[in-house]
């Protein structure tokens, strides 16, 4: 796969995990702010520092799929992201390069990988997948 390839795949990527943040995100505070008077999602959109695009498109999610009505805490969504990742290791191994991709996303989107380290484990899978072609 070509840098450029690569760089456009991450680009995607990058904004599916920020879309997993919003709901994350929505999950763990939305129901916590239920009883505020005014509009509760206006929490939610400080706390994840969403854009106004964001924010219309978390605002269509909720309209087709509702608000949460419970949420995990921030110690449940590390450990999810651990899992996540741990498991990216084993598909890795296994040789299933595009499972290990899409599970090193999801750690991403719970906070277990850090941008730089996420984008280097991206870039070591392709460089895999390029020397077994």
Do not use: C
């Not at 995100?25 to 706390?47: C, K, M, S």
């Not at 854009?51 to 978390?58: A, S």
């Not at 799929?65 to 651990?82: T, V």
């Amino acid at each position: 796969m070509t840098a450029v390839a690569e760089t456009d795949v991450l680009r995607g990527r990058k904004a599916k995990i920020r879309q997993r943040e919003l709901l994350l995100t929505l999950e763990q505070w939305g129901p916590a702010y239920r009883d505020v008077a005014g509009e509760r999602l206006h929490y939610v959109f400080e706390i994840a520092a969403a854009t106004d695009e964001e924010q219309t498109w978390l605002r269509e999610h909720i309209a087709k799929n509702g608000m949460p009505e419970s949420g995990r805490s921030a110690e449940e969504m590390r450990a999810e992201g651990g899992r996540a990742n741990a498991s990216a290791s084993a598909a890795f191994l296994a040789g299933d390069y595009e499972r290990a991709r899409d599970l090193i996303d999801e750690a991403r989107a719970y906070g277990a990988l850090f941008e730089g380290e996420w984008e280097r484990l991206h870039e070591f899978i392709a460089s895999k997948v390029s020397s077994d072609e």
